[in-house]
């Protein structure tokens, strides 16, 4: 529920340490809004992220928008490949 922080622009370094829940993950993208009235900058940091829906329910400008879906992908193991060969 901390994954999104309204903050100045800075060094993406410097950033992280300012989140709500800081973001140590360098790996993981930060997704970033800026540009905003209140010049600040939204960021969503994915790891700390639980995929609620809160922000999308709260969100007064209907910004956010979380729809549920499944997603089938189709896998090739190697006895599917052996199957092939009759």
Known sequence: ?????????GAEADLRQRLSAPANNATQD???????????????????CLHCGLCAERCPT???DMQ???LD???VGAEA???CRR
């Open 62 to 64: 209907g910004a956010w």
């Open 68 to 70: 549920r879906f499944f």
């Open 81 to 83: 490949g052996h199957a």
């Open 73 to 75: 992908m189709a896998q």
């Open 30 to 48: 930060l997704y970033v809004a800026d540009g905003l009235k209140t010049g600040r900058m939204m960021v969503k940091d994915e790891d700390v």
């Open 1 to 9: 529920m901390d994954c999104i922080t309204f903050a100045p622009d």
